[in-house]
């Protein structure tokens, strides 16, 4: 990927460090999944997941703190809150996705339902990384830039233009 790496001791500015602090570890994930297939309570993620109720409560709370659930009481009766995925959240379905499909190819697993295409009901393609033109790219094409030597697509540096 060239010379030019990323500062690999600064966590502060580092998306891969921040997406990290906000989602934690797997029960994070296992929540995550379980909101993208509808759950909505408390009690249908505990039944559900099998995780035990402190650790549920510590989770969901972390989760809507950094905004990617949104934790509302039910106007009827406010002892019940619903978790529901805000913008932030459901943009996070392509990383999820990539982590099941790399899941299931490395660890040999065949995931059942198939994610497929709601307008056609075909299987969606494997999560990859695409050039600005749409070309798929494999890691020996992708290499590290400084911010202020980007080029946009007419050839001429940003603070250039």
Same mark, same amino acid.
């Given at each position: 990927?060239?010379?030019?790496?990323?500062?690999?001791?600064? !966590?502060?500015?580092?998306?891969?460090a921040s997406a990290l602090e906000a989602m934690g570890e797997r029960w994070s994930f296992m929540i995550l999944r379980a909101a993208f297939n509808g759950l909505h309570h408390f009690e249908e993620f505990q039944a559900e997941l099998g995780i035990a109720r402190n650790i549920l409560a510590g989770r969901l709370a972390r989760?809507?703190?950094?905004?990617?659930?949104?934790?509302?009481?039910? /106007? $009827?009766?406010?002892?019940?809150?619903? !978790?529901?995925? $805000?913008?932030?959240?459901?943009? %996070?379905? /392509? #990383?999820?996705?990539? %982590?099941?499909?790399?899941?299931? $190819?490395?660890?040999?697993?065949?995931?059942?339902? $198939?994610?497929?295409?709601?307008?056609?009901?075909? /299987?969606?393609? /494997?999560? #990859?990384?695409?050039?600005?033109?749409?070309? #798929?790219?494999? %890691?020996e094409e992708l290499r590290w830039k400084r911010t202020g030597e980007l080029t946009e697509l007419g050839g001429h540096r940003e603070e250039e233009a």
């Open positions: 990927m060239g010379k030019l790496r990323e500062n690999l001791g600064d !966590y502060d500015n580092c998306g891969l989760l809507v703190d950094h905004g990617i659930l949104e934790r509302t009481a039910l /106007p $009827t009766d406010r002892r019940k809150v619903v !978790y529901a995925l $805000t913008e932030k959240g459901a943009s %996070l379905l /392509p #990383a999820m996705v990539a %982590l099941r499909q790399w899941g299931e $190819t490395w660890g040999r697993i065949e995931s059942s339902p $198939t994610l497929v295409d709601d307008r056609d009901e075909l /299987p969606i393609r /494997p999560v #990859a990384l695409h050039a600005h033109d749409g070309r #798929a790219l494999r %890691l």
